[in-house]
């Protein structure tokens, strides 16, 4: 079992590597909206995203490999030993689950909708940016929280 200083460190470490994602994936998406490319696309590419997100996850799954950094590795071997590895799986399905609704709904609204929609400003607003950053850091907080609560009462 990892130390609960080691988690910390490890905590951080994932939380400034999510927070770097998102501010990529955002300028990403506002490079690609001021430059006037048609929206359609960013609507199919974020689909793609996501299936490609729900790929990797569900061959984390079937396989046990974990796809990502050396830090991130240990991470979730802790995750796994705290959870336990149905209730570790089962979290697992339903994230991949949600991700590719989420690929499903971004393809039917790339196909269906008519682009573009009007809008004033072709960049992304900043509360956009603020409410998404705060969402996802809430979310995760609490989700490492509940998990790293639980693994400083299991007797080891």
């Not at 501010?23 to 199919?44: H, N, R």
């Not at 690929?103 to 008519?114: E, K, P, S, T």
């Not at 956009?128 to 929280?145: A, D, E, K």
């Amino acid at each position: 079992m990892i130390e609960k200083g080691e988690v910390r460190k490890l905590r951080l470490k994932q939380f400034i590597l999510l927070n770097g994602a998102l501010v990529l994936v955002f300028l990403g998406m506002d490079l690609y909206v001021t430059q006037s490319f048609p929206l359609e696309g960013l609507i199919w590419i974020l689909g793609f995203l996501f299936l490609m997100i729900g790929a990797v996850g569900l061959y984390q799954i079937k396989t046990g490999k974990i796809l990502a950094t050396k830090n991130t590795k240990k991470l979730v071997k802790y995750e796994r030993e705290v959870l336990g590895e149905k209730t570790w799986k089962r979290q697992q399905k339903g994230g991949v689950t949600m991700i590719v609704i989420l690929a499903a709904a971004a393809f039917v609204a790339a196909a269906v909708i008519n682009f573009p929609l009007p809008h004033a400003d072709p960049s992304m607003d900043p509360p956009g940016y603020i409410g998404s950053f705060i969402g996802v850091n809430i979310g995760t907080g609490i989700r490492s929280y509940l998990i790293d609560k639980k693994g400083a009462e299991k007797p080891y």
